[in-house]
Every structure is written in C-alpha cells, then in structure tokens.
C-alpha cells in the first residue's frame, strides 16, 4: 500500500510538473511575442491569466490515465476509441469553459469595452482549440503508453535476471548433487579397499581430504563464484582422492599462472569439466592417460581448458549431464559473453575449453 501511495505521488509530480512547464513556456512565449509587436495589455494579469489556462489539463491528465487503463489503445474494437474521443472533446469543453471565465474575470488583453460576453469567448475558445486538444489529448496517450511499454520492459529485464539467477543457482546445485552420489560411493569403495590392504596412513588421508570435499560440496551458501584460487585447491583435493582410486593409471598436470589465481569463476566450473574427463575418457582407458588443466588471459577475456589423452568424442556427440549443467549455467551467469567448447584434440586427446570474461575476486 505504502508503495503505490509513493508511485501514485511521484505520477502526480510528474504530471503537475510537465504542465507547469508548457504553462509557464505559453504565458512567456505570449507576453514576450505581443510585447514584440508593440501591444498594450495588462501583462502581469495576462502572463498569470495564460500560465493559468492550462490548470484544466494537469487536473485532467491523471483521468485520461485512467481511463488508458481501463480502456486500452490501440484497439481494434470501436468502444475505447469512443470513449478517449468522448474524454477529448469532454476536456476540450472544461479547458474552454475555464479559460473564457478567466478572460472575462480579468480582461488580460485590457479593451477598453471589456472582454465580451461568456458566450462568445467560450465559443471562440472550444471551436478555436478543438485540434489543439486532440493533439495533446494524443499526446498525453502516446506519452502515457510509451512510459508503461519502458516500465514493461524493466521488469522484463528484472524478472530475466531473477530467473537467469534461479537458473544458475539450480545448475550448481545440480553440479553438487552431481559430484556426491557416485564420487562418495566410489571414494568409500577405494577406502575400504585400502583398509583390506592394511594401508593404514593412506586410508586415513583418504577419509580425511574426502571430509574436506564434502565440506565444500554441502556448503549451502547461493555464492556463484570464488577466486581461482579457490577452485584450485578444491580441484587438487578432488584429484587426490580420484588418484588414490586410480593409482598410477592418473596423472595430471595444472597450469594455472600466478597472476590469474585472482580472477572469478563460476564455483565448481572446471571441477565438472575435470570429472567429466575423467570419467569419459581415463576412466575408460586400461592403462589410464593424464589430466591437463591449464588457464590463459587475453584482454578481457579467460580461457580454462581441460584436456586429456582420449578415447577421442565420437562422430555424434551427445553432451552429458554435466557438460549440459555447466553450458546452461555458463549462459545463465554470462549471457551470450561465455562459450563451451569440446573438441578432439592431436590424435586421440579431447579438450573442453570455456571462455568468459575475465573479473577478479
């Protein structure tokens, strides 16, 4: 309620003030052009006289407001374009009536014999301004839906971004599910099976570097990104435990420079893309293959890139789950400003390359 009061009051500033300028332009514009030529009038009384004239159309406008509302333009059907032309000519009779009584109060123009009788003045007045008024009645209508097709707009665009965020936010939840059923399961099998071995001190680094990912994959902050640096480090933990299940069968490589460790990147970006290499690629191949993420700045852009040693894609690629989440949630964060690419790379290897524009934490 306390809203519309304040849009209600602000709509009556604007429409008070944009009268009170074209008043005060006409008595200016008036008085100066008669005094110009040489005329003899009562020039206060006729400056005020002028200025006040238009005090029908700022009490009138937020009628035709409305009445815009209720009955819309254009239209195709015949009714609302009777009605606006009924208001018109309705207004057009006040904005006389109101005129030629000011002018037979005042006598602005000074004659000697006086201002006439009401009649006629009304009369010279309704007649005499009869194609002003439907100029400024259509104004004020054009005007009117011009502002409401920009206020449209605006919440458009607000509600985009509310839903490109509930999209994103969606889509990193869905990564994080993602990491935690087969990931777990996986990472709990490996452990056990170095218990079996009696490898004590691997089992328990084992358990305790998966507590520190699971902290981070549970965290239930909506943040969308963290430093590179950040996302590193989870990745190193992440690679760790897969090592420990893969053994010598995964190596990996990270080549993120220093001074890209500030930049800002979706949280859990190219851990997704990590996981998918490994999944589709070295977890597939009998004697494994290795890892390479690396990162590029050029301008305003970053580049991350992971690659591996294959199987390369096939003819007719079909994009995972996770690949698809992330791609989804690229645009959703980025707009048309960010790309993900998978393509086969030397002679078996595969790369997965996003580019976005570069921000720093």
Request: glycine share 6%; net charge neutral.
């Amino acid at each position: 309620m306390k809203s519309s009061s304040h849009s209600l009051a602000s709509s009556w500033r604007y429409v008070a003030g944009g009268w009170l300028a074209i008043a005060l332009f006409d008595a200016i514009q008036t008085v100066a052009s008669m005094r110009a030529m040489g005329m003899h009038h009562a020039w206060l009384t006729l400056f005020i006289v002028t200025a006040a004239s238009w005090a029908p159309w700022a009490v009138l406008t937020p009628a035709i407001l409305a009445l815009l509302q209720r009955f819309h333009l254009p239209s195709r059907a015949a009714a609302p374009w009777g009605v606006h032309i009924a208001a018109c000519l309705a207004i057009g009779w006040v904005w006389a009536t109101w005129a030629a009584l000011l002018e037979h109060q005042t006598n602005p123009f000074a004659y000697a014999a006086g201002p006439g009788s009401f009649e006629l003045l009304w009369k010279s007045k309704f007649l005499g301004t009869l194609v002003i008024d439907v100029l400024l009645y259509g104004a004020v209508v054009t005007l009117a839906l011009m502002l409401d097709a920009h206020n449209r707009l605006l919440h458009q665009r607000t509600a985009s971004a509310q839903l490109a965020e509930l999209l994103a936010q969606a889509q990193l939840s869905a990564l994080k599910l993602q990491i935690e059923p087969h990931f777990i399961f996986n990472s709990l099998n490996a452990v056990t099976g170095l218990i079996r071995e009696k490898k004590d001190n691997e089992a328990i680094a084992m358990i305790a570097a998966l507590g520190d990912l699971l902290r981070r994959v549970t965290d239930q902050s909506e943040r969308q990104f963290v430093s590179m640096e950040e996302e590193i480090e989870f990745l190193r933990k992440y690679l760790a435990i897969q090592q420990m299940r893969f053994a010598e069968r995964l190596r990996y490589q990270i080549d993120i420079p220093d001074d890209l460790m500030k930049a800002q990147v979706p949280d859990f970006v190219v851990q997704a893309l990590v996981e998918n290499a490994i999944k589709h690629g070295i977890a597939k191949r009998a004697r494994g293959g290795e890892l390479k993420v690396a990162a590029s700045r050029d301008g305003d852009t970053l580049a991350l890139c992971v690659s591996n040693d294959g199987p390369p894609l096939p003819e007719r690629l079909e994009e995972r789950v996770g690949i698809s989440n992330t791609r989804q949630r690229l645009l959703a964060l980025y707009g048309n400003a960010s790309d993900l690419t998978l393509q086969n790379h030397a002679s078996t290897g595969v790369v997965a390359t996003i580019t976005l524009p570069y921000r720093e934490h």
